[in-house]
């Protein structure tokens, strides 16, 4: 894709008489900074900001609404002011390792998306080992934490650098497991391969493919939370019991990062379950839009970014309602519960396919109807509450 | 146009970062260095297997290595107190005998590599391996590929007899 992109440029000629090979790095980099400055920082930023208003709305509070109209410049203030903050680097830590954690950090984050889909034409590089690739490159962000906890040299970081790899190591394994019952279904590992064989009709995605891959989704959910550290799993920064875990020592621009990783890391998780579970990008044929290849393009990118973003704000529900669990808690829900589930799953959609190879369509609709069902029901009750306990709610999210 | 390659420069580059970390690796004398040293190494041999049009492997070698193997060595070494300072418990024997042995293994290595024939083949266009290497597995290398997870197993069945105080006693 990239490639017949750079290649049309050397034949109009754009890059003279440079060689093949060095045109095709300019273009990488080029790529891969449009994505990081254009895409990842900024999404990374908004989240912060749409994170506080959420969660502030759900407390009853205000949240930020001074800088920029309702706030929205939020962000960009808060980064500015820890980019000019002075760095303090604690006397007894090791300093060079202490300034290397929160980069090993961000490779390990920016380097997922180079295979994350947006729409159908835009992707860096649609690896055909999409999905393997970015869970493995999202395990330097462990390799990070344990040396920011390390080098600190503070027993409250080095206790959350020791937490968040038992807790990442764990979790990988349901995690795994769940992703590759819908390798199965799909049999490629491609981003963009595995969203071809849904499409926008509900029931062709893959969640509702058959029971075992709906309860799938949520053992990946848990899973993918834990590893993001997110909250009810965010047991490594623990604000009340360890300070703030591996980032206790950190500051200024070293402690953005850190940060920037944290709240881009809901964009890669629900982007994520969107692309197994959700069918990723897929839209209707719309005329008029989808006759040209950009509003094609343009379309897809915003169900895409807008599938996720739900899944951004389903995680931010969470953080804000859920109590952070115990660490004997954590490890008896991955390995009595969530294990167990994802093994019978792998093997229920093994024997799945192998009985119906192309899907199953009224289980197919049986199991789009529960998923709405659930959803309408949880409304219901939801409303059902309200209604009983007179409660004032303003559901503006100006006001 | 010339056709200059960037395909030697990358090599020697992962090359380069491969042996230098392995160095770190093997002459830090603090062992946290020692286990950072070893992203590096193993993070090279995955660039050198990407060179190779080997992905899958790459991949993987990421996934296992660096993201369970390495993370459990760093977690055993947080939880070492005073790693730092260890006792070393073996006399060193001195200077000589480890030139003897060094020499003699060094010379064994060299001898190795130079006669050893090599199978050369020409740079490949980069293919997915993956289907190649599953359909491999399950029809002419089932036979290893059992016993490799039945020998897994009984190292799991192990590390819990170990660990478990009340099947030790």
């Known amino acids: ?399 | 146009m010339t056709e200059i390659s960037l395909f030697p420069i990358v090599f020697y580059a992962l090359a380069a970062v491969t042996v230098v970390s392995a160095l770190g690796v093997a002459f830090s004398n603090n062992i946290f260095y020692s286990a950072i040293a070893l992203m590096g190494t193993l993070l090279g041999a995955a660039g050198l297997y990407v060179m190779l049009a080997a992905d899958f492997v790459a991949v993987v070698q990421i996934f296992v290595y660096v993201g369970g193997i390495l993370v459990l060595t760093l977690f055993a070494i947080n939880l070492t107190s005073r790693i730092g300072d260890v006792s070393i418990s073996n006399r060193s024997l001195g200077r000589f005998p480890a030139f003897v042995a060094l020499a003699l293994s060094g010379g064994v290595m060299v001898r190795a590599i130079r006669e050893a024939s090599w199978n050369m083949v020409e740079v490949r266009e980069a293919v997915p391996t993956i289907n190649g290497i599953g359909n491999a597995f399950l029809t002419e290398y089932i036979l290893p590929f059992e016993l490799a997870s039945l020998v897994l197993l009984a190292a799991l069945v192990g590390a819990v007899v170990l660990s478990r105080k009340e099947l030790r006693d």
């Open chain 1, 1 to 399: 894709m990239l490639q017949e992109f750079i290649d049309s440029l050397i034949a109009d000629g754009l890059f003279g008489g440079l060689p093949r090979d060095v045109a095709y790095l300019i273009g990488m980099l080029a790529a891969g900074a449009l994505v990081v400055f254009g895409f990842v920082l900024n999404v990374a930023g908004i989240t912060t900001f749409v994170e506080r208003r959420v969660w502030a709305r759900i407390q009853s509070r205000v949240g930020p609404n001074r800088v920029g109209p309702q706030g929205v410049l939020q962000w960009l203030a808060d980064g500015l002011k820890l980019l000019m903050k002075e760095e303090a680097i604690p006397f007894a830590a090791d300093a060079r390792l202490f300034k290397l954690a929160p980069f090993i950090v961000t490779i390990g984050f920016i380097t997922a998306f180079v295979a994350m889909p947006f729409s159908s034409a835009l992707i860096v590089a649609d690896l055909n080992l999409g999905i393997l690739y970015i869970t493995s490159m999202t395990s330097l962000v462990v390799v990070g934490i344990m040396v920011a906890g390390w080098a600190s040299n503070n027993k409250w970081s080095l206790i959350g650098g020791i937490r968040a790899a038992a807790q990442i190591v764990s979790y990988e394994i349901p995690a795994a497991l769940s992703i590759f019952t819908v390798i199965l279904i799909t049999g490629t590992l491609s981003m963009q391969s595995i969203i071809q064989q849904q499409s926008w009709l509900p029931w062709d995605w893959f969640i509702f493919h058959n029971p075992f891959t709906f309860i799938g989704f949520f053992v990946t959910f848990v899973a993918l939370l834990a590893e993001g550290n997110r909250t009810p799993f965010d047991l490594p920064e623990a604000e009340s019991e360890l300070v703030a875990g591996f980032v206790t020592e950190y500051s200024g621009a070293r402690y953005l990062f850190f940060f920037l990783v944290e709240w881009g890391n809901l964009y890669v998780i629900s982007a994520i379950l969107v692309t197994l579970f959700l069918g990723g990008w897929q839209v209707p044929m719309i005329p008029v839009i989808t006759d040209s290849a950009f509003g094609l393009n343009l379309l897809q990118a915003l169900t895409f970014v807008g599938k996720s973003y739900f899944g951004v704000i389903l995680i931010m529900w969470i953080r804000a309602t859920l109590p952070r669990i115990r660490v004997d808690q954590l490890m008896t829900t991955c390995w009595k519960y969530l294990l167990p589930i994802s093994f019978a799953n792998f093997m229920g959609t093994a024997l799945w396919v192998l009985i119906w190879p192309d899907g199953f369509l009224p289980a197919e609709l049986l199991m789009t109807a529960l998923g709405f069902g659930l959803v309408g029901y949880f409304f219901y009750r939801v409303a059902y509450h309200l209604r009983r306990s007179g409660a004032q709610i303003t559901l503006s999210p100006l006001s």
